[in-house]
């Protein structure tokens, strides 16, 4: 039964995703910054706050290929990875509590190979907006650009859990923001200066785009 809820949820999740953005004004802002990178043959870690997950994994698809996701086996990651499945993405399945080492053995082998891995920081439980050290050690180790994508809508659900996920109504403008690539001045940093550094890169970004389409007042 839990089998088949899953399998239904990620078939209408994935249709309802698409009806979404079908049924929207899409401005997209920053691409340059992506091709300019993936052209170069650079590995990038894209960074993205759990609430904000649609709105890069629906865009970068069009886009790129050799394209990663870190999926946790929690039922409702395991509902989402389904669907980034279905648009073309490798799943590297685990966390930072359970297969860790499996999962940065995989990430390394990935960016290695040129490749893009799509990282929920503040996933799979939070707390939200906050970004679990490791990301920027690990790409500095492996010569990765980090970017943020993330995404606003002018009509929206935003859905009562502990990542306040948003989802775009029909009939709106979506603006999606890609980011130039976080420039980090030391090689050493310790884990605190890393969850800093890398919260306030991917927060600015939300903010600028949520100003964008009006859910944050200047």
Same mark, same amino acid.
């Given at each position: 039964?839990?089998k088949?809820?899953? !399998?239904?949820? =990620?078939?209408?999740?994935?249709? $309802?995703?698409?009806? %979404?953005?079908?049924?929207n004004k899409?401005? +997209?802002?920053?691409e340059k910054?992506?091709?300019? /990178?993936?052209? !170069?043959?650079?590995? $990038?870690?894209?960074? $993205?706050?759990?609430?904000? /997950?649609?709105?890069?994994s629906?865009?970068i698809r069009l886009?790129?290929t050799?394209?990663?996701? +870190?999926?946790?086996?929690?039922d409702?990651?395991?509902i989402m ?18 297969g860790?080492?499996a999962v940065? /053995? ?5 960016? !290695?190979?040129?490749? +893009?891995?799509?990282v929920? #920081?503040d996933? *799979?439980?939070?707390p ?8 920027? =050690? ?10 943020t994508? @993330? ?9 009562? =859990?502990?990542d306040?996920?948003?989802l *775009?109504? *029909?009939?709106?403008? +979506?603006?999606?923001?890609?980011s130039?690539p %976080?420039? $980090?001045? =030391? ?8 969850? #800093?550094? /890398?919260?306030?890169?991917? @927060?600015?970004y939300?903010n600028?785009?949520?100003?964008? @389409? ?5």
């Amino acid at each position: 039964m839990k089998k088949i809820r899953i !399998q239904l949820s =990620s078939l209408v999740g994935r249709w $309802v995703f698409q009806i %979404l953005f079908l049924f929207n004004k899409v401005v +997209i802002h920053g691409e340059k910054n992506l091709l300019d /990178l993936a052209e !170069q043959g650079n590995p $990038v870690m894209v960074c $993205v706050w759990h609430g904000r /997950l649609i709105f890069p994994s629906w865009y970068i698809r069009l886009k790129l290929t050799n394209l990663y996701a +870190i999926a946790s086996h929690h039922d409702d990651a395991e509902i989402m990875a389904r669907i980034l499945d279905k648009w073309g993405y490798g799943l590297i399945r685990g966390s930072t509590k359970k297969g860790g080492k499996a999962v940065v /053995l995989k990430m390394a082998e990935v960016f !290695q190979d040129g490749g +893009i891995i799509a990282v929920t #920081n503040d996933g *799979p439980k939070g707390p939200a907006q906050i970004a679990k050290a490791g990301s920027t =050690s690990l790409a500095i180790k492996y010569n990765v650009k980090i970017i943020t994508i @993330t995404g606003s809508a002018t009509k929206y659900w935003q859905i009562n =859990s502990w990542d306040k996920f948003l989802l *775009p109504k *029909p009939f709106g403008r +979506i603006e999606i923001i890609i980011s130039p690539p %976080l420039e $980090v001045d =030391s090689k050493s940093i310790t884990a605190e200066e890393e969850v #800093n550094i /890398l919260s306030t890169f991917m @927060t600015d970004y939300q903010n600028l785009v949520d100003i964008k @389409t009006g859910k944050i007042k200047e």
